[in-house]
């Protein structure tokens, strides 16, 4: 999934879907964060409605 959580430029976008969220307030709206346990934190890879929606790699969007 394609983020950027530096210099002030932060973004991330769905693989899926296509959602881009821009801003860490927008970011955790629409994607949210996971503790990857080794002190980093990053957007959640798919977004919140692809994640509810049991979108899978591969296959197509079941969210749109």
Partial sequence: MPYNLTNGQ???ECPC???LA???DKI???FGFR???D???IPQ???RKCREAGCEAG???KAK
């Fill in 10 to 12: 932060e973004w991330a």
């Fill in 59 to 61: 296959s197509p969007c």
């Fill in 17 to 19: 879907c296509g959602e």
């Fill in 35 to 37: 503790n990857m346990g």
């Fill in 45 to 47: 890879s798919y977004c």
């Fill in 39 to 41: 002190g980093r934190v």
């Fill in 28 to 30: 955790e709206r629409f």
């Fill in 22 to 24: 821009e801003g860490l």
